[in-house]
């Protein structure tokens, strides 16, 4: 009994990889549906996982603002 046992456990890497499949199947079906507590656990999981694309959105943002004030600066010595 105990041979069959450790025979299994080469197949518990595998057996996790399938429920963890099953798990984010469910959770895409019920965010498709729109269920609230499916949403509110995503926006949660990214909120606490770190954006690879951080620095590049604030730089983007950055530039944007710099942009905005250079047209509102240049439109102001226009007006005066």
Same mark, same amino acid.
């Given at each position: 009994?105990?041979?069959?046992?450790?025979?299994?456990?080469?197949?518990?890497?595998f057996i996790g990889f399938i429920? %963890? &499949?099953?798990?984010?199947?469910?959770?895409?079906?019920?965010? @498709? !549906?729109? /269920?609230?507590?499916?949403?509110?656990?995503?926006? %949660? &999981?990214?909120?606490?996982?770190?954006?690879?694309?951080?620095? @590049? !959105?604030? /730089?983007?943002?950055?530039?944007?603002k710099k942009k905005e004030q250079?047209?509102?600066?240049?439109?102001n010595k226009l007006s005066l």
């Amino acid at each position: 009994m105990e041979n069959i046992f450790e025979q299994l456990k080469i197949f518990y890497p595998f057996i996790g990889f399938i429920i %963890f &499949i099953f798990i984010l199947h469910k959770l895409y079906s019920m965010a @498709k !549906k729109r /269920k609230t507590g499916v949403i509110i656990l995503s926006l %949660f &999981i990214q909120m606490f996982l770190p954006d690879p694309d951080a620095g @590049k !959105k604030a /730089k983007v943002v950055q530039v944007d603002k710099k942009k905005e004030q250079e047209k509102q600066s240049g439109n102001n010595k226009l007006s005066l």
